[in-house]
């Protein structure tokens, strides 16, 4: 497996080690890696939103697993991130109802207003912009994902002024 390069700080606090512990507390002693997504989420957004193999190789220790049990589950989900994205990761669904409905074009729309393709992050750190399975909302396509929120029957002109939006730091990530 390949290894990449970016380096991130492993700060495990006693904050974020208190809510694993709680998280911990949910399952029985002897099956720890039953808890790895739900530590792998709160991991993860207290890491600016990725998991370097180090951090996930920690995941791995607290568990008392091996970290290609972490990796496996890292690599698979779409939800978990291996390198640094931008603070604003446009999540669109591109399944079919999407699809149908122009999610391609909006993808490349946005791709092209950023200055960026999709998969990279914008020069400043504040946009990612990906392409994900079904995000459950094929009512309401096309729609993407920000943060915990779903933004749905976009257009370009809905685009903008999501962008617009999260430049001016209106659009909040999670619903904590």
């Given at each position: 497996m390949e290894k990449y390069i970016y380096k991130?700080?492993?700060n495990i606090t006693?904050?974020?080690m208190a809510r694993i512990n709680e998280l911990l507390s949910h399952y029985p002693e002897d099956k720890k890696k039953s808890a790895l997504l739900p530590v792998l989420h709160e991991v993860q957004d207290a890491h600016d939103n990725w998991l370097s193999y180090e951090l996930q190789d920690k995941v791995a220790e607290i568990l008392e697993i091996k970290p290609i049990e972490v990796y496996e589950v890292v690599s698979f989900y779409?939800?978990?991130n291996q390198?640094?994205?931008?603070?604003?990761?446009?999540e669109f669904c591109r399944t079919s109802c999407c699809a149908t409905r122009g999610?391609?074009?909006l993808m490349d729309y946005?791709?092209?207003k950023l200055g960026i393709k999709e998969g990279e992050t914008t020069v400043d750190g504040?946009?990612?912009v990906v392409g994900v399975e079904c995000l459950g909302a094929c009512g309401y396509a096309p729609m993407m994902q920000i943060g915990d929120f779903y933004h749905e029957n976009l257009n370009q002109e809905k685009v903008d002024?999501?962008?617009a939006d999260c430049r001016a730091g209106k659009i909040t990530l999670h619903d904590k």
């Open positions: 991130q700080d492993i006693p904050e974020l779409t939800m978990f390198k640094p994205i931008g603070k604003y990761m446009f999610v391609e074009d946005t791709c092209n504040m946009f990612t002024q999501l962008i």
